[in-house]
């Protein structure tokens, strides 16, 4: 019934889906670690919009963490020589997501059955215009490859319920740093799966992100403490 949130979860649902768009393209196209650099910038995004948008303030230990993670970044685009589309795209798209979110108080079911509703005809006009055949590669695919497609819906699904629920409890720079973890994780998994390089910049920039992490986390826990 309110139009400020329909034009908010709305947006939402167009954000998101940009996101993933770019990610599964990144990935199909072996750009893992570009779309890894974008989600370790996301987190200073939104730190960037907390203080901008929201008027929140750090702490001198929350400050040099977010210096120390802002390092570690760097580092990672000095070795990419620059920032690539892929890393802005994904940052920036996440990063209005969850300022969204953090704007608003529905909760997190009835907001992602909104977003997916305003969005899901356009995936099936996508489907039915663009792709051929319709439905894409679906038709023909072993069991096994179909099952994995159709369980990436709540390995998506599940994350996004959570991410609102955090988003409307707390702020937005403690969200933001927490979401070093997803990229942290895709970097593993570009290591020791994929058998992407590792490099020297890549050792910097992780101990820099994680250095900056346990400040942020013993800044949090001393606080809770008194």
Known sequence: RSRRD???????????????????WAVNHDQLLEASFGYYLNPLISVFLGRVALGERLSNAQGAAIALAALGVAVLGIQFQGLPWVSLTLAVSFALYGLLHKLGDTLPIPSLAFETAVTAPLAALYLAAVVSPPGGELH??????TSLLLLAGPATALPLLWFASAARTLRLSTL?????????????????????????????????????????SLDAWRRNER
């Open 6 to 24: 329909v034009a908010r979860l709305g947006l939402g649902g167009l954000l998101i889906v940009v996101n993933w768009l770019v990610y599964v």
């Open 140 to 145: 023909g695919l072993p069991a096994a490859q």
């Open 176 to 216: 933001g740093l927490f979401q070093y973890l997803a990229p942290s994780i895709g970097f593993v998994l570009a290591l020791f799966v994929y058998g992407e390089p590792w490099s020297g910049a890549h050792a910097i920039a992780f101990s820099c992100i994680w250095i900056a992490l346990a400040l942020f």
